[in-house]
């Protein structure tokens, strides 16, 4: 794993869209794990640029979200697939029929969840995925005490998470709902790359428990530790907290990969 800090929030965005730009241009027929939330709604704001500035191209490529939302349909404005087509999706050139979510609204959901590992699957697995990281600890929906070998699966959200997404539903709690399909653990750790992106000082005291402290079921994106090719992306006000801050500088100001991004130090 290698943390990058770097100054400030729309920098560590920047970063993460540079990224996932650069190895879309490498492989068109990318497979990428999306994630939803308010950390992410830049790097969306920042490929939809890419594409109309650059022509960055979708056509190609394919998108499985980490999760949504059991019991509101896909039109519903706090919907993770209305998140992403707004977002992202109808925004650029992606064939609708190449994005994928889980759909919160199956009759059977348990068969839902094995049809959606089974397509990924399909699909060849995923070879980048986005991951932003809940005040719980959370990725995915993986809330605390998921199995670390965890497959897509229905789960129930922890209060922290239910309080973190209040201001989605009008600020309430109660509002939010109380459950989701989301990729397992497992699942995730299955992708070909991870790139977490992290900011803002409410996540400085979660973070350095990620990635710095033991691996545990009780911070599930501490279990990021055993994936072979994951990078964090973080900015100063998330770094707060971390103990090793002088050596994840020392990555990025010397690492031959990182050297044509110097200029966002
Ligand atoms: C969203 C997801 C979650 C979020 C996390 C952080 O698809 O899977 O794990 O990444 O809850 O959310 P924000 O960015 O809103 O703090």
């Not at 920098?11 to 992410?40: D, F, H, N, S, W």
């Not at 990620?210 to 100063?236: F, K, N, R, W, Y």
């Amino acid at each position: 794993m290698e943390v990058i800090i770097l100054p400030n929030q729309q920098k560590a965005a920047y970063l993460v869209a540079q990224i996932l730009a650069k190895e879309l241009r490498a492989q068109p027929q990318l497979v990428l794990g999306m994630a939803t939330g308010r950390t992410m709604e830049p790097v969306y704001h920042l490929l939809v640029d890419l594409h109309q500035k650059t022509g960055l191209d979708f056509s190609q490529c394919s998108t499985f979200n980490l999760d949504e939302y059991i019991g509101i349909p896909a039109e519903h404005p706090c919907s993770y697939r209305h998140y992403m087509d707004e977002l992202l999706f109808n925004q650029v050139n992606i064939p609708k029929a190449h994005t994928h979510l889980p759909n919160g609204m199956a009759t059977d959901l348990a068969a839902e969840c094995r049809r959606y590992e089974a397509a990924i699957t399909g699909a060849g697995g995923i070879d980048l995925q986005l991951l932003g990281i809940g005040s719980d600890g959370h990725i995915g929906f993986n809330e605390p005490l998921s199995s670390l070998r965890s497959r897509t699966r229905e789960k129930a959200l922890t209060p922290a998470t239910l309080e973190q997404n209040a201001p989605m539903f009008g600020g309430d709690p109660a509002n939010v709902p109380r459950r989701a399909i989301t990729m397992g653990v497992g699942t995730i750790l299955d992708s070909r790359r991870c790139l977490m992106l992290v900011t803002g000082k409410s996540k400085a005291s979660i973070l350095a428990k990620a990635v710095e402290g033991p691996i545990s079921a009780m911070v599930t994106a501490s279990a990021l530790q055993l994936h072979p090719h994951c990078q964090v992306i973080v900015d100063e006000d998330a770094a707060l907290e971390l103990q090793e801050i002088e050596y994840h500088r020392w990555v990025f100001a010397n690492e031959p990969e990182w050297a044509e991004f110097q200029d966002l130090a």
